[in-house]
C-alpha cells in the first residue's frame, strides 16, 4: 500500500537550475496539490488539481508549474530555482467528496538551492 | 495578520501530563476542522477532524470547537514520548475548499 510517493527525497540545485519533484498515488484520488513547509509560515499551498487535465493556483504559485496527465500523477516543475524556494515540499491526495477531509501526504521533499 | 494563529512552541511536558494544544482563526466562515501531527523528517498526518462546533474524543485524545470564539483546542491525555512531534491545526470552509494551515506547535514529551 504505497499511498503518495514523492521523490527525489533530498535536492540541491544551484540558483537557475530547473527540475521536476515527483509526485504518484495509487489510492485513485481526484484531488492531489503541492504544499511548501517552511520554519513560521506552516505549510502554504502552491498548485492543486482537481482532476486529470485540471489545475489551478495555490497560495504561492510562482516559480512553480503543474501538470496533471493521469489520476496517478502530479509533477512539480521549477523553472529556474531561486534560494527562495530552498523549503521541504510536500505533495498530498483527497477524494473530492465529503470523504476528502481525509488528507494524504507524502513523505516530503527536501530542495536546497545555493 | 495570519488567518489561522497557533504558538509554535516548542512545548516541553513529563510524560503523563495533559497537553493542550490551542489555536485561533480569524475567518467565521470556516466549518471543518482537524489536527495533524507532523514526525519529524514526516509527513503530516491526520490526527482529529471535527465538523462546526462541538467535542471530539478519539482514546487519549480530544478536539474541542468554539466557534463563537474562533477557537479550537486539542487535549493529550496521559501524554507519552512517542507523542512527541509537530502539531498542526488545519481548516477549512466547505468540504471541497483548500485547507488553511497553522504555523504548528512543536510538542515533546519527556520520558
Known amino acids: 500500500n504505497a499511498g503518495v510517493t514523492q521523490t527525489p527525497k533530498f535536492q540541491v540545485l544551484k540558483t537557475g537550475q530547473s527540475m521536476t519533484l515527483q509526485c504518484a498515488q495509487d489510492m485513485n484520488h481526484e484531488y492531489m496539490s503541492w504544499y511548501r513547509q517552511d520554519p513560521g509560515m506552516g505549510l502554504r499551498l502552491i498548485h492543486y488539481s482537481v482532476g486529470a487535465g485540471i489545475t489551478d493556483q495555490g497560495e504561492v504559485p510562482n516559480g512553480y508549474n503543474v501538470s496533471r496527465s493521469t489520476t496517478e500523477d502530479f509533477p512539480l516543475r521549477l523553472l529556474s530555482a531561486a534560494p527562495s524556494q530552498t523549503s521541504v515540499y510536500f505533495c498530498?491526495?483527497?477524494?473530492?467528496?465529503?470523504?476528502?477531509?481525509?488528507?494524504?501526504f507524502g513523505e516530503g521533499s527536501w530542495l536546497t538551492v545555493v | 495578520q495570519k488567518e489561522v494563529e497557533q504558538d509554535p512552541g516548542p512545548l516541553s511536558v513529563p510524560e503523563g501530563a495533559i497537553v493542550s494544544l490551542n489555536c485561533t482563526y480569524s475567518?467565521?466562515?470556516?466549518?471543518?476542522f482537524m489536527w495533524y501531527r507532523q514526525y519529524s523528517r514526516k509527513g503530516p498526518e491526520l490526527l482529529m477532524y471535527?465538523?462546526?462546533?462541538g467535542n471530539k474524543e478519539d482514546g487519549r485524545f480530544t478536539a474541542q470547537v468554539d466557534k463563537s470564539s474562533k477557537y479550537i483546542s486539542l487535549f493529550i491525555r496521559d501524554s507519552q514520548p512517542s507523542d512527541s512531534a509537530t502539531y498542526l491545526c488545519a481548516m477549512k470552509v466547505t468540504s471541497g475548499s483548500r485547507l488553511t494551515f497553522g504555523e504548528g506547535t512543536q510538542l515533546t514529551v519527556n520520558p
Open positions: 475567518n467565521s466562515a470556516f466549518q471543518y
Open positions: 498530498a491526495s483527497s477524494h473530492r467528496d465529503p470523504s476528502g477531509n481525509t488528507i494524504y
Open positions: 471535527t465538523y462546526s462546533s
